[in-house]
């Protein structure tokens, strides 16, 4: 993907190096999930570890610890230049573009958008409404906050553990966490959040997996817009990275067996179906997954 003549947004905040406590959030593409306390905030905790094959006590406080990012991405003193010093760059320059691309698009609809923050910290970061994020849960979008969190530890780990390498790859995940950011502009979100809290959280049809592919299908509508400054093996790229990180997929790798009940993001096919929806259609209306006859 063609950035370098893309500025940099100037919402970006650089948390790198400050640490901080943990708890738990939904993955990659998990959304707005805020962990509670008592035994149904436990439940969701076990169920989120087992999906995202996480070790629970990481999660409950226990043994276990949090993940943290690789030493090689923690700069040498304090202040100094760092090994992740070009994905933070390349990550102000993806968000620049949504906000561009997304700007356009809500002025058409005659709607203003309003630019999120995206924030880049190392291990583990305070939010404001969503308690605490690590590491291990990976990329995450606050609605409380209007605020994308980013470990830039999980670009390696989108190489190696998902086998998604390349530029365009790590664009999506932050082209799917800005596309739920769309959805509290539009009020998706919420309507989605009482649904969950009513039960619809987990399931193949669930309210939390049309909202998990319909901001996959927003990242897609983005790619469009721009298109541009696509290469030569982009969209593959980020197909390849939507079917890496599907329900299935995962199940596949850490349980061994798949449990559809559980599902929270679609499976790998879904993802990457709504992903081209959105890039095919390069429209909101190509989105709608709540009321799609088939996800």
């Not at 370098?4 to 738990?24: A, H, K, Q, W």
């Not at 470990?151 to 932050?174: H, I, K, M, S």
């Not at 927003?218 to 599907?246: K, T």
């Amino acid at each position: 993907m063609r950035l370098d003549d893309e500025g940099e947004s100037i919402n970006v905040e650089d948390r790198r190096g400050e640490g901080g406590g943990f708890g738990g959030f939904g993955g990659f593409g998990g959304g707005p999930v805020r962990i509670g306390g008592g035994i149904g905030g436990l439940v969701i905790i076990v169920i989120l570890a087992l999906v995202f094959g996480v070790d629970p006590r990481a999660l409950l406080g226990g043994g276990g610890g949090p993940r943290q990012a690789p030493s090689q991405y923690q700069q040498a003193e304090p202040g100094g230049p760092r090994a992740d010093d070009a994905d933070y760059k390349f990550s102000a320059r993806v968000l620049r573009s949504t906000e561009e691309v997304w700007g356009q698009v809500f002025q058409e609809q005659g709607a203003t958008y309003r630019d999120p923050k995206l924030v880049i910290y190392d291990n583990a970061t305070q939010t404001e409404g969503c308690g605490t994020g690590q590491t291990a849960m990976g990329p995450f979008y606050c609605p409380g906050d209007e605020k994308v969190y980013v470990d830039l530890g999980f670009f390696r780990e989108l190489d190696q553990r998902f086998n998604a390498p390349g530029d365009f790859a790590r664009a999506y995940v932050l082209a799917h966490e800005v596309g739920h950011h769309v959805q509290k502009l539009l009020g998706v979100e919420q309507q989605a959040r009482e649904m969950m809290e009513r039960g619809d959280a987990r399931g193949a049809d669930s309210a939390s997996v049309k909202l998990e592919l319909q901001a996959d299908c927003f990242a897609g509508v983005w790619a469009n817009h721009a298109r541009q400054r696509l290469e030569p093996g982009d969209i593959e790229e980020g197909l390849r990275a939507a079917s890496a990180v599907g329900d299935d997929t995962l199940q596949k790798e850490s349980r061994g067996r798949v449990v559809p009940d559980s599902f929270t993001h679609g499976t790998s096919a879904q993802r990457t179906r709504w992903f081209r929806a959105g890039f095919d259609g390069g429209d909101i209306s190509a989105c709608d997954t709540f009321r799609a006859a088939a996800l």
